[in-house]
C-alpha cells in the first residue's frame, strides 16, 4: 500500500506538523510504502494564487502522486483555516485531480489530517478539519479521519519524547489509531485533544516566548500588544 504525507508547514525546518508525520510514520505498518512531501509557499502549487499560474506537476510529482491509497495532510492552524498557500497547494491539486485523474486510483483516495495548532484546545482546529473534508468532497476523494492536536506549538520541541506515557500520550494515543485505520483504509471519528501539560503552564510559556521573540526582532512588549 503506498501513501503519501504532506507536511504543510510553511517553515522550512523545526516544525509541528513535520514532527507529528514522523510520529505517524513510526506507526504505520512496516509494509507501508510511504513518502513525505513538504509543502511551503516556495512550492510551485502552493504559490499559483500569486503568480495566477497553473501547476504544471514535474514528472517526479506525477510518479508521486500516482498509485496512492491515502493521503495524510498535516498543517499548522492559521486563523482558524488551511494557511494560504496550503490552500493555494490543495485548489492545484483539485484542478489537476479534475482535469488530469492525477491521483488517479481504483478506489477513492482515503484522506486523513492532522491540524495542529498553538491555542490549548484541540477543538479550535474543528473547523479546518471541516474545510478538509468539503475539500475531499469536491476532488472526489473520501474523507476518513482528523486529529486537532491542541498546544501543538511544543511539538517541534518535543522530537523522540515517548508516545506512549507523559506529555504526548494523548496524541500518541490519537496517532496509534489513526496508523491503525490507514492500514485498514477504515474511517474513523476526528479526534480534538491537547498534549497533557498544565494549561496555565503553556500559556505562561507563550508569553515568554512571544516577549523573547519581540526582542530578537526589535519589539517591545507594548509594540506587541499595539
Ligand atoms: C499567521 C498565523 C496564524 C495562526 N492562527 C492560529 C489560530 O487561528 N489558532 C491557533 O490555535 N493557532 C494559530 N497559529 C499558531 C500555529 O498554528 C502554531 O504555532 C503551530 O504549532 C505551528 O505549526 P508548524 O510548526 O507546523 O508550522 C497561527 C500562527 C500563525 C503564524
Redesign the pocket.
Known amino acids: 500500500m503506498k501513501g503519501i504525507l504532506i507536511?504543510g508547514?510553511?517553515?522550512r525546518r523545526?516544525?509541528?506538523?513535520?514532527?507529528?508525520l514522523d510520529d505517524l510514520r513510526s506507526l504505520l505498518d512496516p509494509g507501508t510504502e510511504t513518502a513525505v512531501m513538504t509543502v511551503t509557499a516556495s512550492h510551485p502549487a502552493a504559490s499559483s494564487a500569486y503568480t495566477g499560474m497553473r501547476w504544471e506537476p514535474a514528472p517526479e510529482d506525477v510518479k508521486q502522486l500516482s498509485g496512492l491509497s491515502f493521503l495524510v495532510l498535516?498543517?499548522?492552524?492559521?486563523?482558524?483555516?488551511i494557511?494560504s498557500h496550503l490552500l493555494s497547494f490543495l485548489t492545484e491539486l483539485e484542478w489537476q485531480q479534475k482535469n488530469n485523474r492525477l491521483l488517479e486510483s481504483a478506489e477513492p483516495l482515503a484522506v486523513y489530517a492532522a491540524v495542529?495548532?498553538?491555542?490549548y484546545e484541540g477543538k479550535?482546529?474543528a473547523l479546518a478539519l471541516r474545510i478538509v473534508e468539503n475539500w475531499c468532497l469536491r476532488c472526489g476523494f473520501e474523507y476518513k479521519q482528523g486529529i486537532g492536536c491542541?498546544a501543538?506549538?511544543m511539538?517541534?520541541q518535543l522530537k523522540g519524547a515517548p508516545l506512549q506515557k507523559g506529555i504526548k500520550k494523548p496524541l500518541g494515543t490519537a496517532l496509534k489509531d489513526m496508523a491503525a485505520r490507514i492500514g485498514r483504509l477504515e474511517k474513523g471519528k476526528d479526534q480534538l485533544i491537547s498534549l497533557s501539560f498544565p494549561r496555565p503552564l503553556y500559556i505562561a510559556a507563550a508569553h515568554i516566548g512571544w516577549k523573547k521573540q519581540g526582542r530578537e526582532n526589535g519589539l517591545t512588549v507594548k509594540e506587541l500588544k499595539s
Open positions: 507536511n508547514s510553511p517553515k523545526d516544525s509541528s506538523s513535520g514532527a507529528l498535516s498543517f499548522p492552524l492559521y486563523v482558524d483555516g494557511p495542529n495548532c498553538g491555542f479550535q482546529a491542541g501543538g506549538a511539538l517541534a
